[in-house]
């Protein structure tokens, strides 16, 4: 069974950092985009990062030289390095995997993690 679980949310200052971790298990995701996405309340889910298999990565408008999208594949995990966090990146924070070798859609999906800043 394919399974995403994220962490490293919490509670953060306006500018600070956070790193979010997205294990995945049931089976290897070297082969597999993988991408963060977020949603705020009241507002759809957009992209904040994703990261193909060869290591090619696209940012949202929003964190472009603030967030950095990285991948372990022999750890089989994803991480989302966020500097300079505003408080409107305040939302929760999806992991995603594609289930085809370079498609850029995504299949599986995490329950999510919190993150929340404050002014």
């Known amino acids: 069974q394919v399974q995403l679980v994220e962490s490293g949310g919490g509670l953060v200052q306006a500018g600070g950092s956070l790193r979010l971790s997205c294990a995945a298990s049931?089976?290897?995701?070297?082969?597999?985009?993988m991408g963060w996405f977020r949603q705020a309340p009241g507002k759809q889910r957009e992209l904040v990062a994703s990261?193909?298999?060869?290591?090619?990565?696209i940012y949202g408008d929003s964190v472009k030289g603030r967030f950095t999208i990285s991948r372990d594949n022999a750890k089989n995990t994803s991480y989302l390095q966020m500097n300079s966090l505003k408080p409107e990146d305040t939302a929760v924070y999806y992991c995603?995997?594609?289930?085809?070798?370079?498609?850029?859609?995504?299949?599986?999906w995490g329950q999510g993690t919190q993150v929340t800043v404050s002014s």
């Open positions: 990261i193909s298999s060869s290591g090619t990565t």
């Open positions: 995603a995997s594609s289930s085809v070798p370079l498609s850029s859609g995504f299949t599986y």
């Open positions: 049931g089976r290897s995701f070297s082969r597999y985009r």
